[in-house]
């Protein structure tokens, strides 16, 4: 099983919303790492996103645990440790900085998020809501329940932050490819004129579909090495 993807962003000069791609340079588990972010924050709002980024990574891919489980709990435990302390001194840090993590394994996938974001699962032809009303309402900084469950070939994850205000159970067909998806979503951003907000659209597949030039990942190590700097 691999992982394809395709991102969005509904004003691409906006540099408040963002979706970080991650995974280890020798992906031999063929675990994939993803962080939605919207930040409304005009204050240093890269340092404290980039922090919350750079904590999730750092501790997922610590090699702490085996279980990809454990590892997303010993990630979210740890960066909730980090954004407590600052808090503490300014309780609206992180106030305006919403999240959403994503690890998928080669067969799970698990996932959290800090604000009320929107997340629906595509099986065949049925979306079905991955968030219950009470994660939908989330207004804090911190990462609180993990959402997790198997994930077969041709399973397709939607993720949209806050700000995109579209609604996928009444306003999204499913779709046989992203590429198809895409289109639909990019079309309702445009006729209702959303500027603001990101999504994130992930397809399982199988091994042998995989394509000839897959999505590359980011670039990032030199930017986690600087980052991890202000843990």
């Keep these: 099983m691999y992982i394809d993807f395709q991102k969005i962003i509904a004003n691409p000069e906006n540099k408040k919303s963002e979706i970080i791609y991650l995974l280890p340079q020798d992906n031999v588990k063929q675990e994939y790492f993803f962080v ?19 904590s999730l990574s ?15 709990q010993h990630s979210l435990q740890s960066t909730n440790q980090i954004i407590k302390e600052i808090t503490k001194e300014n309780p609206k ?44 309402s989330l207004k804090q900084p911190l990462f609180t329940a993990v959402i997790s469950d198997k994930i077969k070939s041709g399973d397709k994850i939607i993720i949209f932050s806050p700000g995109l205000l579209i609604n996928p159970s009444t306003e999204i067909q499913p779709a046989k490819s992203l590429p198809e998806l895409k289109k639909q979503i990019e079309k309702i951003i445009q006729q209702k004129k959303i500027s603001r907000g990101c999504a994130l659209l992930i397809e399982a ?3 042998e579909e995989k394509s000839k030039n897959p999505t590359p990942p980011l670039e990032l ?3 986690i090495d600087t980052d991890l700097n202000l843990l």
Excluded: W
Excluded at 41 to 53: A, E, M, R, V, Y
Excluded at 96 to 124: A, E, G, M, P, W
């Design 36 to 54: 939605v972010q919207e930040n409304l924050n005009t204050k240093s709002p890269q340092d404290l996103s980039g922090l919350i980024f750079s």
């Design 58 to 72: 750092k501790h997922y891919f610590s090699g702490e645990f085996t279980d990809a489980e454990k590892n997303f």
């Design 221 to 223: 190590k030199k930017i």
């Design 93 to 136: 840090a992180f106030y305006q900085i919403k999240s959403l993590v994503i690890s998928l394994t080669s067969d799970h996938f698990y996932l959290s998020c800090n604000h009320s974001f929107k997340v629906f699962l595509q099986r065949q032809n049925k979306m079905v809501n991955l968030l219950s009303n009470e994660l939908l």
């Design 205 to 207: 597949k199988k091994q």
